[in-house]
């Protein structure tokens, strides 16, 4: 079975300095990889994807993440957090060659941003 | 502007209460989904319904159903049989692709209480 794990529950970083979240998976074949993030009371808004092809990833806001296969992780990156990113962000594994649709996702990991 | 709307933003239930709450999407996505988020747990998938006239159980649909009579709406009822449905209900969608998997897109959720 899938599953998904972020090891960090709470972070807290200095606005200006860089970000790095850790996501680590469990899939049997190639997963699909998101990172969304949280506003308090608001949904989830996709950050980032990896399907294929180059494993470093762009996705809005300065974000970015790398999948490293032979870890099987997926890390989110920023070089420098604005007090603006402080939220809560999950990663999420879809599945592959199945038309289940699902996504698994992780627990989250809440980061806090100090002036 | 596409998007899914949840109403109401917040509810309250009595003991032995049945409400439901409500998903529209206007994405012409295929596949829809019910979540609950409870604190420091992620998401955990209630329901998910790939096709009009069709739904399936996710990991936690006891004390829940649903319906799918039109592409844009997921109805969630929750039941007297859910006893502890103090929760934040996320609803999301996707575009539903056999052997592929897309990002989900998700509303701002519904915050339902016991009174």
């Known amino acids: 079975a899938q599953s998904v794990t972020q090891p960090d529950i709470h972070i807290t970083v200095s606005e200006g300095a860089s970000l790095e979240l850790r996501c680590n998976y469990s899939?049997?074949?190639?997963?699909?990889l998101f990172w969304y993030v949280q506003s308090p009371g608001q949904g989830l808004q996709l950050l980032l994807k990896y399907f294929s092809g180059d494993t470093l990833v762009q996705g809005i806001k300065g974000f970015e993440a790398e999948f490293k296969r032979s870890q099987s992780s997926f890390n989110l990156r920023k070089p420098s957090v604005h007090w603006s990113d402080a939220a809560e962000y999950f990663c999420a594994v879809g599945p592959f060659n199945t038309n289940a649709g699902k996504s698994t996702f992780g627990d989250g990991t809440t980061l806090t941003v100090k002036p | 502007d596409g998007g899914i709307t949840q109403s109401p933003k917040y509810l309250f239930r009595k003991e032995g209460q049945n409400v439901t709450l409500s998903c529209e999407q206007n994405l012409n996505h295929d596949a829809m989904y019910w979540y609950r988020q409870d604190p420091g747990q992620g998401l955990r998938l209630i329901y998910y319904s790939q096709i009009v006239n069709d739904f399936q159980k996710g990991d936690i649909a006891e004390g829940y159903s649903v319906s799918r009579e039109k592409k844009e709406s997921f109805p969630l009822t929750v039941t007297s049989a859910q006893k502890n449905p103090t929760a934040f209900y996320l609803c999301a969608s996707s575009i539903y692709r056999a052997h592929s998997n897309q990002p989900q897109h998700f509303g701002d959720g519904t915050r339902l209480s016991i009174l």
């Open positions: 899939y049997g074949a190639t997963p699909y």
